[in-house]
């Protein structure tokens, strides 16, 4: 296996087409849209990612590798092609049968096909079974398929690419064999070999898993927020329980993975499936939670006096400490508040350049400038730089964290006699209580 071809180059297709090129192969970077081909041959890496730029300037001078718009023949066939949703929540597989035809064009006998894009359970073994028609090459025995699920996390592909274990599917043993042959030149964890249906299913089960305890979550949060407890606080004592792991309550769940996995195994499974679909109704909702809870406390604050509060966003990306706005519930929640007039939205996001973020929003501030004008502060994402707040220039001001970023750990050990003096740990929510009503009665503007 000397040649590889990797088809499409997203945020999975690119790194990895440079990670292979890193470790040898001569490799050819396939995307049908010619302008991201000459972008990329031209040292702009396209996508964000630490270390792309360095990494694909590195394989472009130095290593057999270049991005082209017409397919070529290779040895190892990598499809990394997006799988989103439709409307009605079914898979989405233009892609990958657009990039079928074109593929089966190239084969030649002894050649692998690997299908690392998520799919729905049974989709490798049509492809498989579509290119054997095309090309009359037996899969198993001159034409090997298999699936091999990505499993990078965004913001740290690089090092997971050769880190994290893989899983790999094969249509019959020697498809699996063959495949195996790809992965074991980086990757330096355990390979993990099954079939193809089985790696097709592993896949989708883990973001699922994913989904479903960060609804857990964020169900926990809602219940929290309705008697004027801390969330953060909630969690962080449960998990104090050796056998207990709750993760983050967030303002819900973006990106173009855990939001959208699910969903495959409820369009299969749709019996057993219950959880899953509640679990993704919960998570999208959050953001319309939180909107209606800012609106709430917009009103208050009119009652008040101040005609149009300012209110300051902080962080707009899907995540963390990325620059990703893919499906981003900080970015909707940033969107529907500008609509309206009666506020004035200040968006600061450290992430993103300025001058792109004003093509979107009137009024992009730093940190310090939204820190100082602002009425109600909304902690949308955990950003490291936002950690740096300091409560106490603050205090004065609404703050609405949805995030847990100004949440202190609760290190206190106290004695009984004191619980009764106590006074809630955090004052962050404690207004909240008596915001549920208003929220149940606001939130049918947003549906
Ligand atoms: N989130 C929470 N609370 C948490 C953790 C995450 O609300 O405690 C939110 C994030 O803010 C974000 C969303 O969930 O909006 C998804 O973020 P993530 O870090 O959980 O996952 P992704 O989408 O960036 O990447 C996931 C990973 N899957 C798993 O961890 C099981 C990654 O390994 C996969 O490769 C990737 O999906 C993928 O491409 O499928």
Redesign the pocket.
């Known amino acids: 296996m000397k040649k590889v071809c990797v088809m499409g180059l997203g945020?999975?297709g690119l790194p990895t087409a440079i990670i292979a090129a890193e470790y040898g192969f001569e490799v050819v970077g396939f995307d049908i849209d010619q302008h991201r081909v000459d972008r990329i041959n031209s040292y702009d890496p396209v996508i964000q990612e630490p270390e792309i730029f360095e990494k694909l300037g590195y394989v472009l001078t130095n290593c057999q590798f270049k991005a082209t718009a017409t397919i070529e023949q290779a040895d190892c066939f990598i499809i990394a092609v997006p799988t989103p949703f439709k409307e009605e929540k079914k898979a989405d597989l233009s892609y990958v049968w657009k990039a079928a035809p074109l593929l089966a064009g190239m084969l030649k006998k002894g050649d692998v096909v690997i299908l690392e894009s998520?799919v729905p359970v049974g989709t490798t073994q049509q492809l498989a079974d579509f290119l054997q028609s095309k090309t009359q090459l037996a899969v198993g025995q001159d034409l090997f398929v298999a699936h091999c699920?990505?499993?990078?996390?965004?913001?740290k592909i690089f090092s997971?690419l050769i880190e994290?274990p893989r899983i790999i599917g094969g249509i019959t043993p020697q498809s699996v064999n063959q495949a195996k042959k790809f992965y074991k030149q980086f990757v330096k964890s355990q390979l993990y070999l099954t079939n193809a249906t089985t790696a097709e299913m592993v896949?989708l089960v883990?973001?699922s898993?994913?989904?479903v305890?960060?609804a857990f979550?964020?169900q926990v949060a809602a219940m929290a927020y309705s008697v004027g407890l801390n969330p953060f606080e909630v969690i962080e004592l449960a998990n104090k329980h050796p056998r207990v792991d709750i993760?983050?309550?967030?303002?819900?769940?973006?990106?173009?993975?855990?939001?959208v996995?699910p969903w495959f195994l409820v369009e299969t499974f749709p019996d057993q499936s219950k959880l899953l679909k509640s679990a993704r109704l919960i998570?999208d909702e959050k953001p319309f939670q939180v909107i209606a809870i800012t609106r709430s406390w917009v009103n208050n604050l009119q009652k008040q006096n101040i005609a149009r509060p300012k209110v300051l966003v902080l962080g707009l990306t899907?995540?963390?400490d990325?620059d990703?706005l893919r499906?981003?519930?900080a970015l909707l929640i940033a969107q529907k508040l500008s609509k309206y007039s009666d506020l004035e939205l200040l968006i600061c996001e450290p992430h993103l350049e300025h001058s792109k973020l004003q093509n979107i929003f009137d009024h992009v501030v730093s940190l310090q400038e939204g820190l100082e004008q602002a009425d109600i502060i909304l902690c949308l994402?955990k950003h490291s730089q936002f950690k740096a707040i300091n409560t106490n220039n603050i205090e004065h001001k609404k703050i609405l964290d949805f995030?847990g970023l100004l949440y202190k750990p609760n290190n206190r050990t106290i004695n009984a006699d004191e619980l009764m003096f106590w006074p809630a740990s955090s004052t962050l929510f404690s207004d909240s209580v008596i915001l549920m009503d208003d929220v149940t009665s606001q939130k049918e503007n947003f549906s």
């Open positions: 945020y999975i998520t699920p990505e499993r990078v996390l965004p913001g997971e994290n896949k883990e973001n898993s994913r989904d305890e960060i979550a964020n993760l983050n309550p967030s303002c819900g769940v973006g990106g173009h993975c855990i939001a996995d998570n899907y995540k963390p990325i990703d499906e981003s519930p994402v995030c």
